[in-house]
Each structure stands twice: as C-alpha cells, then as structure tokens.
T-cell receptor
Framework: DTGVSQNPRHKITKRGQNVTFRCDPI?????LYWYRQTLGQGPEFLTY????????KSRLLSDRFSAERPKGSFSTLEIQRTEQGDSAMYLC????????????FGNGTRLTVT | AQSVTQLDSHVSVSEGTPVLLRCNYS??????LFWYVQHPNKGLQLLLK??????LVKGINGFEAEFKKSETSFHLTKPSAHMSDAAEYFC???????????FGSGTKLNVKP
C-alpha cells in the first residue's frame, strides 16, 4: 500500500491560466474523490468516480472545473481560467467498494492564484 | 438529511491531561462515523472508524471514540495529550452505502507544554 499520491504538491499560477492536478489512488480502490479545502474550513466535496464513471458533481464545481479518470486508475482535475477564489488545497481520496470503507487521502495540491 | 457539528472550533489542553473533542451528527440512515487528523500542509489521516459493531472504538495514537445513538454523538477522547497531538481534527459521517462523506468544520487542538 503506497498510499494516495498527488502531484504537484504546490502550484502557483497567474489568474486566467489553466492548471491540471493529478491523483494516483491506492491501486485496489475503485472509488476516487476530489475535495477542496480553504483555510480554516473542512474539506468540501467536489466530485467522485467509481472506476472511470463520474457519478456525482457538486454544485461547487463550476464549468471551469473538469475531472477525468480515463482508465479507472489515476485522475486529473483541471481548472480553466483560474480565479483568485480558486486558491485552496485540493485533496484527493480513494476508497474501496463497501458501505463502511473509509477515505484514504493524499497530501493534497496547494494552489495559489496570483 | 446528513450533517456533522463539531462543537468546539478550538480546544487547548496541557500535555499529559485528557483530550475531549466533541462531535454530534444527524443522519437519516445508519451511519458510519470517522475521525480524521490533519497536520499542517498535510492530507487527512484516519484515526478511527465506527461501523455498527462495538460502540467504543479504539484508534491509532491512543485515541478512542464512543458512539452514542441516543445522544447522536461520537466524541473523540485520549487519556493523556502529547505535544505531537496538536493538529486539526475532523469528524465525518457517511450514511451506510451512500458513498458520500459529510465533514464537520474541524477542531484545532493546541497542546501546551
């Protein structure tokens, strides 16, 4: 179990640029989640996949955000035309199938939009 | 409806004294409940989980939590705080088999020497 891996750890970008983050889940986990966390707040749900299917998207996820999990393994989260309000920690988590399976989190990608 | 309330945003204890972090939840379905810890600039680490077996759950680093259905509570305790316990703690509820997780707003634990 190598854990959930997220890259990059930090990203600084100028407003209006596009950014893409990658998440590699625990290999036997078929569920993958993206969360956003701003300073002093708990994680907010963005979207989740079961295998390659994106089963739910939060209303927080504007049309500038898109997530993919093309082969049911790693996932990418892209933000287009970044805004300063997008500055946050983006957390990825994975879990196995089963009603009681907990989330296993990566260390996150911290995005700063200047 | 599902929700989690962490009753204290900040808790401060002295090293060696007990820790109590409070969590109340509401869930329309039989819930699973979790506590996570987050150190600065890190992801969240699972401390313990309740999944309808024993109501007293033991976790890592000496933490434990008791599920009390009548009080809809899942408070986190530790008999003796250590400096390394200083972090933010999140209570999480997941309605059984719903594949969704609802986070509390977090409690920052400060441990004084």
């Amino acid at each position: 179990d190598t854990g959930v891996s997220q890259n990059p750890r930090h990203k600084i970008t100028k407003r209006g640029q596009n950014v893409t983050f990658r998440c590699d889940p625990i290999s036997e986990h078929n569920r993958l989640y993206w969360y956003r966390q701003t300073l002093g707040q708990g994680p907010e749900f963005l979207t989740y996949f079961q295998n390659e299917a994106q089963l739910e998207k939060s209303r927080l996820l504007s049309d500038r955000f898109s997530a993919e999990r093309p082969k049911g393994s790693f996932s990418t989260l892209e933000i287009q035309r970044t805004e300063q309000g997008d500055s946050a920690m983006y957390l990825c988590a994975s879990s196995s199938t089963g009603g009681n399976s907990p989330l296993h989190f990566g260390n996150g990608t911290r995005l700063t939009v200047t | 409806a599902q929700s989690v309330t962490q009753l204290d945003s900040h808790v401060s204890v002295s090293e060696g004294t007990p820790v109590l972090l409070r969590c109340n939840y509401s869930s329309s379905y039989s819930p699973s409940l979790f506590w996570y810890v987050q150190h600065p600039n890190k992801g969240l680490q699972l401390l313990l989980k309740y999944t309808s077996a024993a109501t007293l759950v033991k976790g890592i680093n000496g933490f434990e939590a008791e599920f009390k259905k009548s009080e809809t509570s899942f408070h986190l305790t530790k008999p003796s705080a250590h400096m390394s316990d200083a972090a933010e703690y999140f209570c999480v509820v997941s309605p059984y088999n719903f594949n969704k997780f609802y986070f509390g707003s977090g409690t920052k634990l400060n441990v004084k020497p």
